[in-house]
């Protein structure tokens, strides 16, 4: 690792985001090197990091204060993305402040947490908009906006939403067509006629605003929030761009929300993997999805507070659906999912035959 390079400490550097921001944090020219903190030195994702990009291997696990002090020793930044779906909800709120927290005392210049709105708060604290992942990394962004003003490392917070690359695995068209050869997208995005758009960032996005706030700290005593998003797109949209990529014929058919619920078959798994806390007992991914759902299509709970012209300024390549497809020879095929807990597994859509006739 070069000496001459400041050190940006990646929790979360073989996840969905992670393995893109190191990408973008070590491009051509960069004045940064990256150092990432995993529970398995020998995972082939982290062996992949090393080969690719030269990162520093620090292992053990974000629930260690002792290997996230040692992760943190003797780096300028840190970006941290941590994993509702593995740790749970208890866990990552208890996480995140202790990585600020271990970040600060090890002279950590530059912090920058990755974010989703925190649409609980924003509802009066109403469960019915408490996803998971949603709540325990608000309540971060919280706890770093109080402890910032007064210290002495700079903070920034990334405000994310769902990934376009979902659309390789529980957005992708169900596994039939209609009749007619149609393509089917079949999802709770509001009738074909609404004016409902479903909120999609792409993880190139993510990676190239990751860098970008590293480029561009903020003064001392303030929070840098980027809420960034790639496109707002409605269900005749999505076929739309298939469409114009494959040159496939494709159609948006409206579900709601129970309905999309129960065509996922994992819907009565456990939500997080390692989650052993009273509250997560109520958490399957049915539930979850429900209640995501409800943040992203009902009208009032859209995340519209993105400044889209803002955004395509400062990264005129931002993602669109269609640029994504084009990009990835995306040819609506469930795939492996982006998620790490899911990156073995294809899921597929069931009980949805149905929607053929």
């Known amino acids: 690792m070069s000496s001459n390079k400041k050190i940006i400490t990646v929790i979360g550097g073989t996840g969905a985001q992670g393995r893109p921001v190191i990408e973008a944090l070590v491009a051509a020219a960069s004045p940064f090197s990256v150092r990432i903190l995993t529970r398995d030195a020998n995972h082939a994702l982290a062996k992949e990091l090393v080969a690719k990009y030269g990162v520093e291997i620090v292992e053990g696990s974000v629930l260690d204060d002792a290997a996230v002090a040692k992760a943190c020793k003797g780096a300028y930044g840190a970006f941290v993305n941590l994993d509702t779906f593995t740790l749970g909800e208890v866990a990552e709120l208890h996480a995140g402040v202790r990585a600020y927290e271990l970040a600060c005392a090890a002279g950590v210049k530059h912090f920058v947490w990755s974010s989703l709105d925190y649409k609980l708060k924003s509802n009066n604290y109403d469960d019915r908009y ?50 007619d050869g ?12 609404s004016n409902l758009r479903f909120p999609f960032i792409a993880l190139p996005d993510i990676a190239f605003f990751a860098r970008w706030i590293f480029d561009n700290p903020p003064s001392k005593g303030t929070v840098k929030e980027v809420p960034i998003m790639s496109q707002f797109i409605s269900g005749p949209e999505l076929a739309q761009a298939f469409q114009n990529v494959t040159g496939q014929r494709a159609v948006y058919v409206p579900q709601t929300i129970d309905e999309y619920v129960a065509s996922l078959p994992f819907k009565d798994m ?59 020879g995306y040819d609506g095929a469930a795939g492996k999912d982006v998620l790490k807990r899911w990156e073995a597994a294809t899921p597929q859509r069931v009980g949805v035959e149905h929607l053929l006739e």
């Open 270 to 328: 456990p939500l997080a993997a390692n989650d052993t806390s009273p509250s997560a007992k109520k958490w399957t991914w049915g539930r979850f999805f429900t209640t995501s759902m409800r943040l992203w299509i009902e009208p009032e709970q859209l995340l519209r507070d993105r400044d889209m012209a803002w955004i395509k300024s400062v990264h005129p390549g931002t993602m669109t659906v269609e640029r994504w497809m084009k990009a990835t």
């Open 130 to 179: 408490g996803a998971p992942h949603y709540n325990a990394k608000g309540r971060v962004w919280e706890f770093i906006k109080s402890q910032a003003k007064d210290g002495d490392m700079l903070c920034s917070v990334l405000v994310t939403g769902p990934y376009m690359e979902s659309l390789g695995s529980i957005y992708a068209p169900i596994g039939q067509r209609k009749s």
């Open 182 to 193: 149609a393509v089917v997208f079949a999802l709770p995005w509001g009738a074909a006629d």
